[in-house]
């Protein structure tokens, strides 16, 4: 299959399988609170393999996808950069996945983390900003690529409203550290949520017209 193709199948498949098993698993979860409880914390206890192997599946779909676009944009803006931060981000939703954070994180001083913890966090960091980075290098070439230019502005909009959600995060997770309890605390799993979830809807999207862009050119070619 054309790289092209299978880049664009699993940019469009991944994207609503991540977000449907972490959304029914937090809905099914005793005990667990959507709103201030992170998508890690699904990976722990009996049935954390299901979130486990969730991540690592959107992990390697995500690598397949970062194929797919290097094939799209073999030179010009963003054809380095643009692939590269994709396939990061595919190998840090493999390794976040496999190595699952500790029990109530937040609350255990970091001497006391275990070394899959650590690891956990050494993939799950860049996350917050390869994903927001990745769609200000690609915005550069949307906007003067005529097959691309229809999602320029929604480009901007994911990478702006992720990264600011992400330094939300961020504040809010430093905040529990100096002061546990605090006003932030119960909104940190939902601020988590909308970051992720508006980077993996514009993945979805550029999956979609990548997939659009390949057929058009299949029926180009064969008629």
Known sequence: MDRRRLGALAGIVGPPICVAVSVVEGWLRPGYDSRSMYGSELALGPRGIIQIVNFVVFGILMLLFARGIAAEFPQGKASRWGPRLLAVSGICW??????????Q??????????????????????????????????????REDGNWSALARWTLTAGVLSAALFVVLKVIVYSIRLAPGNALAPWGGLIQRLAFFIWI???????VRLHALTSERSRAISS
């Open 201 to 207: 809807g514009w993945q979805f999207t550029v999956a």
């Open 94 to 103: 493999i390794g976040g996945g496999l190595f699952v954070m500790d029990p």
């Open 105 to 142: 994180v937040l609350s255990v001083p970091l001497a006391q983390f275990s070394w899959h913890g650590w690891l956990h966090v050494l993939f799950g960091v860049p996350l917050s900003y390869t994903l927001p980075i990745s769609c200000f290098v690609f915005l550069r070439r949307f």
